[in-house]
């Protein structure tokens, strides 16, 4: 009897404030949906860093005519240069850190250049002759590409080594800002919504302060009187949350799965069943938010 009273008190406590109710569920929604993005990035952004890490490559680009830095006279590099280079990769000294190495010729580059740049302009007035020779190394351990750099940095006949893995760093700082840039957001969000929480559980009270005050006169236990105001505060999130889970996933599948892998194929994307792990995190941080605001709310209100 004391459930069906409970329950019968959190009914009309929803139907009496219902558009308050619906705010509650539309901020509620939005702020998790932030969160749940939020998450969504930070998945991505790791699957991205496994899938290129484990790629990148670095890349060892030997002097052309054009060049005029102090490892390079305006001599494209010869044919002694290359076996040299060649030489150093395939020593007991480097071998060991070098998964494989591929050379690339005047002719092999500007194909790649123009297959890279088709239908830029630039690609007019570029000439096989401009593009540095480069040896492309993969290395066993991407982190050790150290190695590399400084055994070839300097050397004559040698333009310049670039790591990728230090371009890729500055791609992924920039993702990992707009994460938190929307984790911030978020909690904006959820700052709002649990004021909305506080604000909607007062106005019920109050509106209800007739049965709370006969409540009292009947010896009812403040825990009783609390608990239909803590149960519609986590019933409005609740379903704020559940349908930022919902939304959540439908970016995962409708963007991600169905439109980004089809049209932008070069990287790895998350699928639904990595993002699975976002919905429980958000319906547990929807409930306990707005449990902790609605009891806040209605024991100020209790001590009034």
């Known amino acids: 009897m004391r459930v069906a009273l409970v329950l019968g008190e959190v009914w009309n406590g929803l139907r009496r404030n219902l558009s308050v109710v619906i705010s509650v569920i539309l901020v509620t929604f939005v702020s998790l949906t932030f969160v749940g993005a939020a998450a969504l990035m930070q998945l991505q952004i790791n699957q991205m860093k496994s899938f290129w890490y484990d790629r990148a490559q670095v890349a060892i680009y030997l002097c052309t005519a054009f060049d005029k830095s102090d490892t390079c006279n305006g001599e494209d590099a010869n044919q002694e240069t290359i076996d040299a280079v060649q030489e150093a990769l395939s020593s007991p000294t480097l071998s060991p850190f070098i998964d494989e190495f591929f050379f690339e010729d005047h002719e092999q580059a500007y194909k790649n250049f123009m297959e890279q740049f088709k239908g830029n302009p630039v690609a007019d007035y570029a000439k096989p002759e401009q593009l540095p020779q480069t040896f492309w190394v993969k290395l066993s351990d991407p982190e050790q590409s150290d190695v590399i750099v400084e055994t070839f940095s300097g050397v004559p006949g040698v333009q310049s080594v670039s790591d990728q893995r230090a371009l890729l760093d500055r791609i992924f700082l920039f993702l990992n800002t707009a994460s938190y840039t929307a984790l911030g957001i978020a909690a904006l969000m959820l700052v709002a919504s649990v004021l ?109």
């Open 196 to 304: 909305l929480i506080s604000t909607t559980i007062r106005l019920s009270a109050f509106s209800r302060r007739r049965e709370i005050g006969i409540m009292r006169l009947v010896g009812a236990s403040n825990r009783f009187i609390q608990t239909p105001f803590i149960l519609e505060g986590i019933i409005a999130s609740l379903i704020g949350a559940v349908l930022a889970s919902a939304a959540t996933l439908a970016i995962v599948q409708f963007f991600v799965q169905d439109y980004l892998v089809k049209n932008v194929p070069f990287t790895s994307y998350i699928t639904v069943a990595q993002a699975l792990v976002v919905p429980p995190i958000l319906l547990v941080l929807g409930v306990v938010l707005s449990a902790l605001a609605a009891k806040v709310a209605i024991t100020r209100y209790l001590r009034v």
